[in-house]
């Protein structure tokens, strides 16, 4: 009884200290980023009031840099004070993300990333920049996930599902989940699982494959999904079927049924995820959760056979492909152009 109660006050301890240590790291690194901010405002009212040519700037920064690393050691190169100016000028005159969701007081700034998040994100567009920095705000994405997000074009593929007014809140609010297809990606890119688009494989080695990178695939499914199960059983009229894969997203408060096609979609399939869901809302649901969503992930699919064999009020299947590498911008945008044209041209 003794030990018991001396390991848990080691635990409750080392909880505690793991924890200050977080909060201590994140307040570090939030007072580190806004010294950056105020830096780059300095070096540019500076260049803005003695109306300072290019020439000029660069070697005042030159010399900027060699008295700080005098004074303050490394990290204040001239390439750095350049970045902390493009930081200022970048963010100096927008709302961060902590403002926009966190502080009443409109006027203050906060940072919610590290630097090396902001590094990367002033790469970006404006639109795009203010999608990954909420994401990875909320989502707590560290810089690798961050970098494997935009490898993946995460933002373009979800302004594929989306309409001019929804593909706007994306930048404004990053990715809302109020409605199934708002969870829905298309296509899905499982990079991380290791498997090769030149050699054979099976379904049962594909979802081997995502079991082993479980966690790698929840990141991709998105937010709020939790793991159920694989090979879920249920029994109707004395047969047996099994459902690949199953999820619940606590955000639509339902359901995910996954099932993992290799080959081209058939109706057979969309009509065998139908019966997959028809189970789940009658026998597994309970009253006060949503309607099950259902997915069909294949490698290769025809539209026009999907919008004929689904109803046309149909709110809960759907049918996405999946890549086995990361697709380029040049691709993603071509299908936006081609979902344009399409749209325009009923």
């Not at 203010?130 to 989502?139: D, G, P, R, S, V």
């Not at 790698?216 to 059983?233: I, Y």
């Amino acid at each position: 009884m003794i030990l018991e109660n001396k390991n848990a006050l080691f635990q409750g301890i080392k909880d505690l200290l793991y924890n200050a240590r977080v909060h201590v790291v994140k307040v570090v690194n939030s007072a580190m980023v806004m010294t950056y901010f105020e830096i780059g405002r300095l070096i540019v009212e500076h260049e803005q009031q003695g109306n300072i040519k290019a020439e000029y700037g660069a070697e005042t920064l030159k010399t900027i840099s060699k008295l700080l690393t005098d004074e303050f050691g490394k990290g204040y190169t001239q390439r750095n004070l350049e970045l902390m100016r493009q930081f200022y000028v970048t963010y100096g005159k927008t709302k961060t993300v902590f403002s926009q969701l966190l502080v009443t007081d409109p006027g203050s700034k906060k940072f919610t990333l590290s630097w090396s998040h902001y590094i990367f994100l002033m790469r970006l567009e404006e639109n795009e920049r203010k999608f990954y920095e909420i994401e990875a705000t909320q989502n707590n994405w560290s810089l690798r996930e961050l970098k494997r997000q935009f490898d993946s074009a995460l933002y373009d593929r979800l302004r594929l599902s989306r309409n001019k007014e929804d593909i706007k809140a994306l930048s404004e609010k990053g990715q809302i989940l109020t409605a199934p297809q708002d969870a829905v990606k298309d296509p899905y890119v499982l990079e991380f699982l290791g498997l090769k688009e030149d050699k054979g494989y099976s379904e049962s080695e594909l979802e081997q494959a995502i079991i082993d990178k479980i966690e790698h695939f929840l990141l991709e499914l998105g937010k709020g999904f939790a793991f159920v199960g694989r090979q879920q059983r249920f029994t109707f009229s004395e047969k047996h079927f099994f459902v690949d894969l199953v999820f619940y997203n606590r955000l639509l408060r339902c359901f995910v049924v996954i099932d993992l096609k290799i080959g081209d979609l058939t109706h057979q399939d969309l009509g065998q995820i139908q019966m997959y869901v028809n189970y789940y809302d009658r026998f597994v649901k309970t009253e006060d959760e949503n309607p099950t969503i259902g997915i069909v992930l294949c490698k290769d699919k025809e539209s026009s056979l999907v919008e004929i064999t689904l109803p046309q009020d149909n709110k809960q299947i759907f049918a996405s492909q999946y890549q086995l590498y990361l697709p380029t911008k040049e691709e993603l945008r071509a299908q936006l152009v081609d979902i344009t044209e399409a749209e325009s041209n009923p």
